[in-house]
């Protein structure tokens, strides 16, 4: 760790840390994938280790769950609705009252008395005063327990056993108001969370999942879309990106066919091939692609490349609310600055172990995951400091 590789060596110094990472008693890492690229140097490196499935080798092209990374995309999907016009002049400040999605009685249930307030500029930087349905219920929060809450929707599924494990989940069903199990927000309702709000909209800081699941909505009711045609049709297509999709809402692309989903693990559990159904991300983080993919999104991010030049940026403007906690050093849309030993990391983590950063100091793109709920942490950190300290910052 105290010797760095010059450049012609740095590919294999790479592997081989993919590679111990599946042996490092800190982890429980069965499987490993990253893309790295500096464009100002012309480098880039694609590596994987690990059974990806059962008898079935990593590979740098693997697809793999990205879990909360994915609200990037629907922040991008929000803010590319904004250029086009369709909040009107108040753009993100635009609050859920005045877009038509839910009626008075739902949005007061969602906030207490408070909902009709909430602005897309605070669901998109978590200053809603939202719970976090998958990780809170009414009476906790997930962070105050060591976790999961007993009746958030994550705690409640670990207790309910197959079926409720298996359970494939949609995000609102507004014909089923009071039945927790028609949709992840009517659970959220059901289960009385919007009865005790974190806080009054626009006053603090609280992650929540809760807030992008109805971002998704708002997208899917502005648009008359839904939410995965509007990523492929916005994102994915234009980006030319052929592996990547919306799981369990679209047929698989061609491609994916051939290629099966990496593995997700907690601890040593394996969940996609225990019939652990992830469909209640969706808004929330519900992508499928490769890591190679994942970084050819967070360039044009960065570069605001599907944006016009007047909302280019706007993804990474950084704001400071209240209760905002380190590591994290500032908010974005769907975005995130966060201090580490490299300097700055802008992007995003997923909870299966997923990392999508850009280091601005090294013009660094990093991509990946170690496909593991549980303990994973910075792994990304090493690689990164391996690569600035390679080729120096920019």
Same mark, same amino acid.
């Given at each position: 760790?105290? $010797?760095?590789?010059?450049?012609?060596n740095?590919?294999?110094?790479?592997?081989?840390?993919?590679?111990?990472?599946?042996?490092?008693?800190?982890?429980?890492?069965?499987? *490993?994938?990253?893309?790295?690229?500096v464009?100002?140097?012309?480098?880039?490196?694609?590596?994987?280790?690990?059974?990806? !499935?059962?008898?079935? $080798?990593?590979?740098?092209?693997?697809?793999?769950?990205? *879990?909360?990374?994915?609200?990037?995309?629907?922040?991008?999907?929000?803010?590319?609705?904004?250029?086009? #016009?369709?909040?009107?002049?108040?753009?993100?400040?635009?609050?859920?009252?005045?877009? =038509?999605?839910?009626?008075?009685?739902?949005?007061?249930?969602?906030?207490?008395?408070?909902?009709?307030?909430?602005?897309?500029?605070?669901?998109?930087?978590?200053?809603?005063?939202?719970?976090?349905?998958?990780?809170?219920?009414?009476?906790?929060? %997930?962070?105050?327990?060591? #976790?999961?809450?007993?009746?958030?929707?994550?705690?409640?599924?670990?207790?309910?056993?197959?079926?409720?494990?298996?359970?494939?989940?949609?995000?609102?069903?507004?014909?089923?108001l009071?039945?927790?199990? *028609?949709?992840?927000?009517?659970?959220?309702?059901?289960?009385?969370?919007?009865?005790?709000?974190?806080?009054?909209? %626009?006053?603090?800081?609280?992650?929540?999942?809760? %807030?992008?699941?109805?971002?998704?909505l708002?997208?899917?009711?502005?648009?008359?879309?839904?939410?995965?045609?509007?990523?492929?049709?916005?994102?994915?297509?234009?980006?030319?990106?052929?592996?990547?999709?919306?799981?369990?809402?679209?047929?698989?692309?061609?491609?994916?066919?051939?290629?099966?989903? !990496?593995?997700?693990?907690?601890?040593?559990?394996?969940?996609?091939?225990?019939g652990?159904?992830?469909?209640?991300?969706?808004? =929330? =983080?519900g992508?499928?692609?490769?890591?190679?993919?994942?970084?050819r999104?967070?360039?044009?991010?960065?570069?605001?490349?599907?944006?016009?030049?007047? $909302? !280019?940026?706007?993804?990474?403007?950084?704001?400071?609310?209240? !209760?905002?906690?380190?590591?994290?050093?500032?908010? %974005?849309?769907?975005?995130?600055?966060?201090?580490?030993?490299q300097?700055?990391?802008?992007?995003?983590?997923?909870?299966?172990?997923?990392?999508?950063?850009y280091?601005?100091?090294?013009?660094?793109?990093?991509?990946?995951?170690?496909?593991?709920?549980?303990?994973?942490?910075?792994?990304?950190?090493?690689f990164?400091?391996?690569?600035?300290?390679?080729?120096?910052d920019?």
């Amino acid at each position: 760790m105290n $010797k760095f590789p010059e450049p012609r060596n740095l590919d294999q110094q790479l592997q081989q840390s993919l590679e111990a990472l599946l042996s490092n008693q800190d982890y429980q890492v069965f499987n *490993a994938v990253i893309d790295i690229q500096v464009p100002s140097q012309r480098y880039r490196f694609s590596g994987a280790a690990g059974l990806a !499935a059962e008898r079935l $080798k990593m590979h740098p092209d693997q697809p793999f769950h990205w *879990a909360s990374v994915g609200k990037t995309l629907t922040a991008l999907i929000i803010v590319q609705a904004d250029d086009r #016009g369709l909040f009107g002049d108040k753009g993100l400040d635009t609050a859920l009252a005045e877009i =038509g999605l839910f009626g008075d009685a739902v949005l007061d249930r969602l906030h207490h008395n408070a909902g009709r307030l909430i602005t897309m500029r605070q669901l998109l930087t978590h200053t809603a005063g939202l719970r976090d349905g998958m990780t809170d219920d009414a009476g906790s929060l %997930g962070q105050d327990v060591g #976790g999961l809450a007993p009746r958030s929707l994550l705690g409640a599924m670990l207790q309910g056993g197959n079926q409720a494990l298996n359970r494939h989940w949609i995000p609102w069903d507004a014909n089923e108001l009071d039945v927790d199990t *028609a949709g992840t927000l009517n659970y959220y309702l059901h289960g009385g969370l919007g009865e005790v709000p974190v806080a009054p909209p %626009g006053a603090r800081f609280y992650y929540s999942d809760t %807030g992008y699941v109805i971002l998704g909505l708002v997208a899917e009711h502005v648009t008359g879309q839904p939410l995965q045609r509007l990523l492929k049709q916005w994102v994915f297509e234009p980006l030319g990106l052929t592996d990547t999709y919306l799981a369990y809402r679209e047929p698989l692309p061609d491609r994916q066919k051939l290629m099966e989903e !990496a593995e997700v693990y907690a601890e040593s559990q394996p969940l996609l091939s225990s019939g652990f159904n992830l469909s209640f991300d969706w808004g =929330g =983080g519900g992508i499928v692609s490769s890591a190679v993919s994942m970084n050819r999104i967070l360039q044009a991010v960065i570069q605001g490349e599907l944006l016009s030049p007047e $909302k !280019a940026q706007l993804m990474c403007q950084w704001c400071q609310p209240a !209760a905002l906690k380190q590591p994290r050093t500032g908010v %974005g849309l769907g975005m995130f600055r966060t201090q580490c030993q490299q300097g700055e990391l802008w992007g995003h983590s997923g909870a299966w172990g997923a990392k999508m950063f850009y280091h601005p100091q090294g013009d660094i793109y990093f991509s990946g995951t170690v496909n593991q709920a549980v303990g994973t942490g910075n792994w990304h950190w090493e690689f990164i400091e391996r690569v600035r300290r390679c080729f120096g910052d920019s």
